[in-house]
């Protein structure tokens, strides 16, 4: 269960922060929304997930899952583009969330 709150948690934030680009600003209300009522609800579910996941796992996984699927909403969503090097940092991040992950479990 706790991964699942995590789970819910990356897709909460992932909202939020996809719904940023569509607020102009802050200056459009329901995309506003959006952004506030995600992120409250993403640091709520992640809250709970820590009582039962380590905290260094738990935020590895959160934003770096965060951070690889904002990136790819941004291509496809938004037309944004990725080169080699953006790719690499990506799986860079990937890489060490799974580092940190195997290291949590011992």
Known sequence: MPYVLLALAILSEVCATSCLKLTEGFSRLWPSVGV???YVLSFVLLGRALKHIPVSVAYAVWSGAGTAAVAGIGVIAFGESLG??????IALIIVGVVVLNLRGSH
């Not at 080699?84 to 940092?89: E, T, W, Y």
């Open 36 to 38: 506030a009522i995600g």
């Open 84 to 89: 080699r090097l953006q790719l690499a940092g």
